[in-house]
């Protein structure tokens, strides 16, 4: 995705690589002079993102002609599931084996959360809320989002590993408890 080329916005022209590797620099520098300066030392990676987005605009990287090409504020397209078509049980199959990566995925991951969390509360010798005792309401509250997405045509729901990680090098694991 550094390249361009993934979005089928370049060729992976040398321009592409040197802002992502000036973005990626400005947030690790961040990460490592902003931590433990209050708010700000919370937002490595937001602020490398806008160290990226500057760096874009003057390499023709950004492109300003679609902002006032489009409506300032649009409905959503929603779309409901077609039973009769010939492509009905790709879909179903595919919604499916996403269904299935996902589940144990967000399990592993809540329960990484509360290790984070635990170990945080321990450093401060506070109470350990235990968050892995909620895997089972997970559990059955993901198979219902993943109900619902596919009652309105949508995918499967998924988390990010990478907000994890993100919860580590920040340590704001959440804003109003820690």
């Not at 592409?16 to 708010?39: D, E, H, N, P, R």
């Not at 806008?50 to 959503?76: D, E, K």
Request: with cysteine; aromatic share 10%; hydrophobic share 50%.
């Amino acid at each position: 995705m550094a390249s361009g080329v993934a979005g089928g916005m370049a060729t992976g022209a040398v321009n592409w690589w040197l802002v992502a590797i000036v973005t990626l620099l400005a947030a690790i520098l961040f990460s490592v002079y902003l931590q433990g300066k209050g708010f700000i030392g919370m937002l490595p990676i937001l602020l490398g993102a806008i160290v990226g987005y500057i760096i874009a605009i003057p390499f023709g990287l950004v492109n300003f002609s679609v902002i006032g090409s489009s409506a300032f504020i649009t409905a959503p397209h929603i779309t409901f599931p077609v039973f009769n078509d010939p492509l009905t049980l790709t879909v179903i199959f595919g919604v499916g084996i996403m269904a299935i990566a996902t589940i144990p995925e967000s399990t592993a991951h809540l329960y990484q959360i509360s290790l984070y969390v635990d170990h945080l509360a321990e450093e401060q010798k506070r109470e350990k809320p235990g968050l892995s005792k909620y895997i089972g309401l997970n559990l059955m509250l993901d198979g219902l989002d993943d109900l619902i997405n596919g009652i309105f045509g949508s995918t499967a729901g998924t988390n990010y590993g990478e907000n994890n990680s993100l919860m580590v090098i920040t340590r704001n694991y959440s804003g109003p408890c820690c």
